[in-house]
């Protein structure tokens, strides 16, 4: 494997650690989500922030572009939407 090829990887999997491992349960709501990267890595993000026991909200972003170069963009701001 290519050093190119392990750091796209690299970034991949330091990605998924910011997308949410579950899925919320609240009764009434049938809720999921995926992530599928066209080149490896992108710049994607959802999250579900519980706010009580019958509300979340649902964080829908997307860095325009493709690739490495979104990828740092969107760990860098992942949390800021919960301030």
């Known amino acids: ?10 970034a991949a999997q330091v990605q998924r650690l910011f997308l949410p491992v579950g899925k919320p349960a609240i009764a009434g709501l049938e809720i999921a989500g995926m992530m599928q990267p066209a080149r490896g890595v992108s710049g994607d993000y959802y999250d579900y922030i519980p706010i009580d026991a019958h509300t979340i909200q649902i964080v829908i972003a997307d860095v325009a572009g493709k690739g490495v ?3 740092p963009l969107d ?3 992942g949390g800021s939407h919960a301030a």
């Open 1 to 10: 494997m290519t050093k190119l090829l392990q750091d796209v990887e690299l």
């Open 69 to 71: 170069p979104r990828c």
């Open 75 to 77: 760990v860098r701001d």
